[in-house]
């Protein structure tokens, strides 16, 4: 049997880069499709968590409003761009949540920090970490009831100088061989409750319905004689 013999264009550089580029290009478009189609969904989800976050730290008998729906962004303690969830019955908001952020043993560890119009402690939940399992996680109320001691304090009781762990003069305990993270996350309420008494009036400031009265452009009557 005669072999075929391979084209000869086939071994040409430009014919191989230009497969290469085509193969390259079609894998790029199938990405794209897929992050096309499962965005959607995705954020979907994250909307889903936040939800059930955001209910953990502020109770659903407070307030009447989708907590998503309308919220607040303010300047952070850090400069950059602070999203505000405020709870409302009616016009009148009720409570407040948004995410604060110390420094732990093994990273950043993001909270969600609920409170309500008088600045007063409602929840906070423990959003992401890197803590060692099994010591430093024990901030997740899945695994104890440590966080849960913050509900009902507020910036004056204890006062800020005492948002602390004991270790360091304060009025809270830390964990069990593990002070840094308990640290980190007293650092982070304490910022979190700060940033309300800087802007509490914008953040429990009332709503205000725009309403279209058809007198209000209508001008007034003219006086005989005027």
Same mark, same amino acid.
């Given at each position: 049997?005669?072999?075929?013999a391979e084209?000869?264009? @086939? ?15 079609? !894998? ?41 729906a309308d ?34 043993y093994a ?17 906070? @939940? ?33 006062? !800020?100088? @005492? ?54 452009? @209508? ?8």
């Open positions: 049997m005669t072999a075929v084209p000869s264009y @086939r071994k040409r550089i430009g014919y191989q880069a230009g497969l290469l580029g085509g193969f390259t290009l079609i !894998a790029a478009a199938l990405l794209v499709m897929g992050d096309i189609a499962t965005r959607d969904t995705i954020a979907l989800r994250k909307a889903e968590d936040l939800k059930a976050s955001l209910a953990e730290v502020i109770p659903p008998a407070i307030h009447d409003n989708d907590l998503l919220p607040l962004t303010l300047e952070g303690p850090d400069g950059s761009p602070l999203t505000v969830y405020r709870a409302r019955q009616g016009l009148q908001v009720t409570g407040v949540a948004y995410r604060v952020s110390g420094v732990g990273g950043t560890i993001e909270l969600l920090l609920g409170l309500d119009a008088a600045g007063t402690v409602l929840g906070t @939940r423990v959003l992401s970490h890197a803590e060692t399992p099994g010591l430093g996680d024990k901030m997740e109320v899945t695994k104890g009831d440590w966080i849960l001691g913050f509900n009902g304090l507020s910036l004056g009781n204890p006062p !800020a100088e @005492r948002w602390a762990v004991k270790k360091d003069g304060g009025d809270f305990d830390q964990f069990t061989g593990a002070t840094i993270t308990p640290r980190g996350i007293l650092a982070a309420l304490r910022g979190g409750l700060e940033f309300f008494a800087t802007h509490r009036d914008a953040l429990t400031a009332s709503a205000v319905l725009q309403v279209d009265s058809p007198d209000a452009a @209508r001008p007034a009557p003219t006086q005989p004689g005027s």
